[in-house]
């Protein structure tokens, strides 16, 4: 995909048009899942789509790729959150407000939804 598809994809799941930026994406999804950032674009489009299986799926492949991008871990614990799968979400949550502090209040709210 080149850069500036890329970049306009970002600014419309920025932007909040996500389904914009999957007609967009989906059709390069086997190239953008090559790096971590692909998947991870594609992961945020799903997300804040609602289109949350992909979007874990997407986020999964993020993680793999890039253990310790913790915005990744973030939003596939959000995306884990969402689905009520809090005991998922947690250890996910938890790695990502290690590595950013930003992050702790919503890994509190998952540890309290399991207490």
């Not at 048009?17 to 190239?31: C, G, Q, R, Y």
């Not at 594609?42 to 799926?57: F, I």
């Not at 005991?87 to 996910?92: G, R, S, V």
């Not at 290690?98 to 890994?107: G, L, M, S, V």
């Amino acid at each position: 995909m080149d850069t500036l598809s890329y970049r306009m994809a970002e600014d419309w799941v920025d932007g909040g048009s996500p389904l914009e930026a999957l007609h967009l994406l989906e059709p390069k999804a086997d190239e953008l899942r090559a790096s971590a950032s692909g998947s991870l674009l594609l992961g945020r489009a799903y997300y804040r789509s609602a289109q949350l299986r992909k979007a874990e799926e997407e986020l999964r492949h993020a993680v793999e790729l890039a253990p310790a991008d913790a915005y990744a871990r973030y939003l596939l614990g959000r995306t884990l959150q969402r689905q009520s799968r809090h005991a998922d979400a947690l250890p996910h949550l938890r790695l990502a407000a290690a590595q950013n502090p930003e992050y702790a209040e919503d890994r509190d709210t998952c540890a309290a939804r399991l207490a």
